[in-house]
């Protein structure tokens, strides 16, 4: 059942509705089925990170200690269930941006052979970031950082393309390996993370600034969407290369990246661009303000570099051979998770962006032997009508059914993971009609309701 529960979402249509609540106990998702490490202590914590001192950075210390994340090596973490489902979320959300513009996903594989970066010169270009091997014939490859070379290569061997066919807009969403100097702060600089890559190819400079402009814009409502206040910042086209780069930062204080705005006009810039002595606006000449920011999205509009080496062509309006103008456009996917979670939780509690959260609504049934137990069954019947009334909430609800505990132990961890509708059945469960209490983390709110009540409230 937990197999088939896994792929549910591209088979529904085959598996009989009964199959789309397991793993748990009969048809509910129940928090003691779940492969689910909880509340550990700091000092656990520091022990599976092999660390004596402090974890300095919240997001990685509390996706530690309520089990979203286990680390596996240096640099290198097991995303545990709940990660993967907002992981899964967040693809979703991404893939309606990035297919909302026109981009086909593809998927190339991580294993990318030396000679595509030596005819780029990033073989040696790259350094030691660059996780390479030999397969067993002594055949060089690297774990592939970034995609520029494959994709350019994959493009120049299509030789029918057309100027009609143009923007051609490919992106993937892939684990991507970089042997970091100082991997840290968990899912915010891993040594192997997962990235969105987009690429395009246009026909023209002028097609090409639209296709970048389209893309950044497509970045700006994805932020907007989560509830991300990230600022585009100029920036620095590094071993990428390129002519124009922006990046997206989302301000927080253990970002490892400064940048300056200028709160006069709309200029702001990563300090890797600047002269970092200069305290006023090139633009306008106001004061500039300094801010630490994780960056999350970077774009370059990158002209002939890649298609003038892989010669990537395409048949111009006179029917003769032209090079693709391109583009290329990351997304830090596990980053954005971490970086998230750091800005929006608190100290102890787990925030997530509401697209995000691994489930929606947890439900408290009473404790074993209470007063209130006889409202057991109200809660498994409220569990059954909102899944029934609302289709969207189908694997959205789960039911904390630890009854061992009390209701006020539950309701610290629901607080803790960041649930965003905890629901309680209490002394009012058992009146005419059954109030529950629904705790709405996200504005902090308790309101008792009836179950149609809390079917309009979800
Ligand atoms: P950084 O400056 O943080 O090292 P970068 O400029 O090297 O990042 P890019 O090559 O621009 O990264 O990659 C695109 C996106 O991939 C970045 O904007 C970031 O969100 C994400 N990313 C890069 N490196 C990592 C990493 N080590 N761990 C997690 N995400 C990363
Ligand atoms: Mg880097
Ligand atoms: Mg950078
Ligand atoms: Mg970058």
Redesign the pocket.
Known sequence: LPALATCTHQLSGYIPRRFHFAPGRGKRLALSHMFQPQNLREDQVLSLEGRSGDLTCKSHRLMLQVGLIHPASS?CYHLLPYTVRAMEKLVRVIDQEMQAIGGQKVNMPSLSPAELWRATNRWDLMGKELLRLRDRHGKEYCLG??HEEAITALVASHKTLSYKQLPILLYQLTR?F?D?PR?RFG?????E?Y?K?MYTFDASPEAAQRTYSLVCDAYSSLFDRLGLQCVKVQADV?S?GGTMSH??QLPVDIG??RFVVCPRCSFSANMETLDSSQTNCPACQGPLTDTKG?????TFYLGTKYSSIFNAQFINVHGKPALAEMGCY???V???LAAAIEVLSTEDCVRWPGLLAPYQVCLLPPKKGSKEEAATELMEQLYDYITEVVPQLRGEVLLDDRTHLTIGNRLKDANKFGYPFVIIAGKRALEDPAHFEVWCQNTSEVVFLTKEAVVALL
């Open positions: 640099g950082p970034t991507k970089r970091e991997p899912l915010l600089r891993g040594r993370f990235m890559d590094g990428i990046e997206f490892e990246d994780i960056e999350v999205g970077h990351g997304l830090g596990t980053r954005i």
